[in-house]
């Protein structure tokens, strides 16, 4: 059945092509029976011929380009569903990573009691910007930038997280370690004394960059989401896209 699905377009042409000399060959039963001269029985036999050659190959280029049509816009729904579900997992991740980073409160325990995080692999977690270039033509150039915008924002949060956890692991958390700093409730002065100005206020600074690109990322992921998923039932509409609904 897939084989015949595939040839669908040829099969109907020639089909209409053994119906169009069928008339001919009936016609040209009737033309020999009746008294019409042979030449007018000639014209009317290789119009005939033509007219089903035409209507046949015609029939087939148009059912093949319908076909063509059908498998590019099942492309582009599936390019939409793909670049909606990057969106999804990418929400998922920030939101994970927004759960630990809501457990500190002030910039003294984001910076110093906040521990190194580790999370998974997203470097595989891309828009395939290229699958979306069709948008173009739908008058929405501006959601591709938007995308490529968002995807970069969300690189950098997952950035940010590994620059503070090297930091933090590496300069940070050996000097607590040798100055006795860790869990005691100690002034801010005296860490930033016996820390140096260099990495009590690059553990600061370091976690408010994190937080800020984490919390700035989910916020814009959802309109991003939400923004494509309502152009892709513009497009197509009835059709069905991947729902989400905010936690």
Same mark, same amino acid.
């Given at each position: 059945?897939?084989?015949?699905?595939?040839?669908?377009?040829?099969?109907?042409?020639?089909?209409?092509?053994? !119906?169009?000399?069928? &008339?001919?060959?009936?016609?040209?039963?009737?033309?020999?029976?009746?008294?019409?001269?042979?030449?007018?029985?000639?014209?009317?036999?290789?119009?005939? &011929?033509?007219?089903?050659? $035409?209507?046949? !190959?015609?029939?087939?280029?148009?059912?093949?380009?319908?076909?063509?049509? %059908?498998?590019?816009?099942?492309?582009?729904?599936?390019?939409?569903?793909?670049? @909606?579900?990057?969106?999804?997992?990418?929400?998922?991740?920030? *939101?994970?990573?927004?759960?630990?980073?809501?457990? /500190?409160?002030?910039?003294?325990? =984001?910076?110093?009691?906040?521990?190194?995080?580790?999370?998974?692999?997203?470097?595989?977690?891309?828009?395939?910007?290229?699958?979306?270039?069709?948008?173009?033509?739908?008058?929405?150039?501006?959601? @591709?930038?938007? #995308?490529?915008?968002?995807?970069? =924002?969300?690189?950098?949060?997952?950035?940010?997280?590994?620059?503070?956890?090297?930091?933090?692991? %590496?300069? &940070?958390?050996? +000097? @607590?370690?040798? *100055? +006795?700093?860790?869990?005691?409730?100690?002034?801010?002065?005296?860490?930033?004394?016996? #820390?140096?100005?260099?990495?009590?206020?690059?553990?600061?600074?370091? !976690? +408010?960059?994190? /937080?800020?690109?984490?919390?700035?990322?989910?916020?814009?992921? *959802?309109?991003?989401?939400?923004? #494509?998923?309502? @152009?892709?039932?513009?497009?197509?509409?009835?059709?069905? $896209?991947? !729902?989400?609904? %905010?936690?």
């Amino acid at each position: 059945m897939k084989i015949l699905r595939n040839y669908q377009p040829e099969i109907f042409g020639a089909i209409v092509g053994l !119906a169009a000399l069928n &008339v001919w060959y009936l016609s040209s039963v009737a033309i020999e029976d009746s008294v019409v001269p042979k030449s007018y029985d000639y014209l009317v036999r290789a119009f005939t &011929v033509a007219v089903g050659a $035409f209507i046949g !190959a015609f029939s087939a280029f148009w059912l093949k380009s319908y076909e063509e049509g %059908k498998k590019y816009k099942a492309s582009q729904k599936r390019s939409l569903n793909s670049a @909606l579900f990057v969106l999804v997992r990418q929400i998922n991740a920030i *939101h994970c990573i927004k759960q630990d980073l809501e457990k /500190y409160k002030t910039p003294f325990e =984001r910076g110093l009691s906040l521990p190194a995080m580790k999370p998974p692999d997203y470097s595989n977690l891309k828009q395939d910007i290229e699958s979306l270039h069709f948008l173009i033509d739908n008058d929405s150039a501006q959601i @591709l930038m938007e #995308l490529t915008v968002e995807q970069e =924002r969300f690189e950098q949060a997952i950035n940010s997280i590994n620059l503070r956890n090297e930091f933090y692991v %590496k300069e &940070v958390q050996p +000097a @607590l370690s040798f *100055h +006795a700093l860790n869990g005691r409730p100690l002034p801010l002065a005296e860490f930033e004394e016996k #820390l140096g100005e260099r990495l009590f206020q690059g553990a600061i600074n370091g !976690a +408010a960059t994190l /937080y800020e690109h984490v919390y700035t990322s989910e916020g814009s992921l *959802h309109e991003k989401y939400t923004e #494509l998923r309502d @152009l892709a039932k513009k497009i197509f509409p009835g059709e069905k $896209f991947i !729902a989400w609904t %905010k936690m």
